[in-house]
């Protein structure tokens, strides 16, 4: 899913590209495009997409695991959905991981 994802926020953000650039000075969507992508090729696109299928599949496999590990009712499912957040959030970027408990100690009401 975060693939596609990825491949239609691409896909946005060109088509506004091109609106923004069309009120400035008048092109063509297939002009636009050619010369978007002139020097780039497939290589340019693959890695990042790769990229967010694996985080898509980490993302997937640490909910799932805190989901079946959940006790508790609807509290439990709440605490389970908070811990996942946090521990995708650490496997992800573990640098900014210990800036947001440093900053949770100082602001302890605040969400992030």
Known sequence: MMPLLTLASDACGLFTGWVTQALVEP?????FINSGFN???FNDFLPPTFKTAVFGLIIGLIACFQGMR???????VGRAATSSVCLVLAVRDPGRCRARETHHHIFPLTIF
């Open 27 to 31: 092109v063509s969507l297939h002009q």
């Open 39 to 41: 020097g780039a090729d």
């Open 70 to 76: 959940t006790q508790g009712g609807a509290a439990g």
